[in-house]
């Protein structure tokens, strides 16, 4: 049991890494010295990684985070989905993708003094992960070896979860990147492009689990972990239309998602999405002050560029509705009075630009997700039916043909088979030992999905909960013409002079 060993030499390698590399800004030949102990501390980390996989795949319960995120009936993508779960694992997977882009950063472009200073703070990042990834310690062996797991949350055992946290939090280790660059006069476009297509693709990604996912509030549901992982995205994004003053929209992007660690992680804020209560997670206070630092010293936006402002308004709204709920419960009537006549007026400008742009991809877009998102929290419709075993609601007639149950090492699947105007519905309940989580059958086409999910079942009835949800369809096609648009643009590093 080694893994803990591997952390604190990764952690004492990063941070000798980070004192080199501030040296080699006065003697730069240090620099080289400094590549090798960050190597070393990606490969600690990588090894890390890969111990905690292999006790996951071997069900070693005498760890403690693989017996409370995996058991043995847990399939093997389950297992993988499993090693960023948890705090632990997530943090692991953080540092571990902040290293691998610092490792690609000291190869990318010219080896300067500049280049030096940005791996300075790049790898003191890294660092205080690593750090606050020994108090949180994955590899914590129980005085006890059990035979199971806990397992992890039923909620969690999807395929979005293998591919999510990953988007996520390799996005954030390039907003680091990002970050260290422009403190050293480094303008580099690649990786603003690059972080702002992951956090994308992981928050459209996260938005089509939760969309599935009953409970979850649909889409987006202006949850305050939600809200503070899209802080960032808002920040990126006013950053890549600026013209002049980026460097504070990187610093902005940085310090909100050092934010958005510390919501996740103190349990300040009640969320589904959160980890809970941890003393630790309010250690992340101090690398959100840290990396105020320069945006303080870089207070004033000196762009005039209106979509930047506009995006910069966003922000404002989304951060005083987050900040709020500390005090009292806000609902989504306030995102929806002030968030979407901005967004709104984001679209006009979309709309306005289209026929002389050159990303007529990305403004397209911006319209349909415009369109699709204001049709959805404005016009979404839901009702309740009981099936005995027929029932009428909204107009459409159903008719419950039967209910049946499968029993599998995992859980137990009870299924039912219904009839109805629509077609074929057939929506599930998987009863876990911890919980029961509804499995939602939906019957969708281009301007509008009915959205099925069985509340209880008995032997000849079920209650079935349903939502008309209109031109949902439009909020996944609109987010996947901006991630296009972009990939389309041309990439390139330009120095700031």
């Given amino acids: 049991m080694f893994g803990f060993e591997l952390l604190l030499f990764s952690a004492l390698f990063s ?18 010295f400094a590549e090798v102990f960050l190597y070393a501390s990606f490969s600690l980390s990588f090894a890390a990684m890969l111990l905690l996989l ?51 950063f000291t ?64 996005s954030y280790a390039l907003v680091a990147c990002m970050f260290a660059s422009h403190l050293t006069g480094i303008e580099d476009r690649n990786l603003a492009r ?35 992982s899209l802080l960032p995205w808002l920040s990126l994004t006013a950053y890549l239309h600026a013209r002049k003053g980026k460097e504070f929209f990187a610093y902005l992007s940085m310090v909100f998602v050092a934010f958005t660690a510390f919501i996740t992680r103190s349990g300040i804020l009640s969320s589904v999405h959160s980890f809970g209560e941890d003393p630790m997670g309010w250690a992340y206070l101090f690398l959100v002050l840290a990396c105020a630092v320069p945006l303080v010293r870089k207070w004033e936006v000196e ?31 306030y995102y929806l009075i002030t968030f979407t006549p901005i967004f709104f007026a984001t679209a006009m400008i979309a709309l306005y630009r289209l026929r002389n742009s050159n990303r007529k991809l990305i403004h397209i877009g911006v319209i349909l997700l415009f369109v699709g998102a204001t049709s959805v929290w404005f016009f979404e419709q839901k009702d309740t039916v009981v099936l005995n075993p027929d029932g009428k609601a909204d107009g459409i007639e159903f008719y419950l043909q039967n209910v049946s149950t499968r029993w599998t090492p995992e859980k137990t699947i009870v299924r039912a088979k219904i009839l109805s105007s629509l077609g074929l519905i057939e ?11 509804s499995k939602v059958y939906i019957i969708g086409n281009p301007f509008l999905d009915y959205y099925f999910a069985m509340k209880s079942a008995g032997s000849n009835s079920v209650e079935l909960e349903f939502y008309r949800v209109p031109l949902i369809s439009l909020v996944w096609l609109g987010s996947a013409l901006l991630i296009l648009g972009l990939a389309s643009q041309k990439l390139g590093l330009r120095p700031r002079k």
């Avoid at 994308?200 to 503070?228: C, H, K, M, Q």
């Avoid at 929506?427 to 989580?437: A, D, F, K, W």
């Fill in 194 to 228: 690059l972080s702002w297509a992951l956090m994308t693709a992981g928050i459209v990604l996260g938005g089509w689990w939760a969309y599935r996912t009953l409970g979850w509030g649909g889409f987006w549901g202006w949850d305050p972990v939600e809200n503070s």
């Fill in 303 to 333: 762009d005039r560029c209106y979509t930047s402002l506009l995006f910069g308004a966003m922000i404002v709204v989304v951060l005083l509705g987050t900040v709020a709920n500390l005090f009292r419960n806000v609902d989504r009537s």
């Fill in 427 to 437: 929506p599930e309940i998987h009863v876990y030992p911890q919980s029961t989580v």
């Fill in 54 to 104: 292999h006790y996951l795949l071997t069900d070693n319960f005498s760890i403690y985070y693989v017996y409370a995120y995996s058991q043995r009936e847990m399939s093997v993508e389950y297992k993988i989905g499993a090693l960023w779960a948890g705090k632990e694992g997530s943090l692991l997977l953080w540092a571990f993708a902040s290293l691998l882009v610092a490792s690609i």
């Fill in 107 to 170: 190869n990318y472009g010219k080896k300067d003094v500049r280049k030096a200073k940005a791996l300075a703070v790049l790898t003191a990042i890294c660092f205080f992960l690593l750090l606050m990834l020994l108090f949180s310690n994955p590899f914590e062996v129980l005085a006890f070896k059990y035979s199971n797991g806990l397992g992890m949350n039923p909620l969690l055992r999807t395929p979005e979860m293998i591919i999510h946290p990953p988007l996520i939090f390799f």
């Fill in 15 to 32: 941070a000798l890494s980070s004192i080199l590399f501030a040296l080699a800004t006065r003697k730069l030949n240090l620099a080289e």
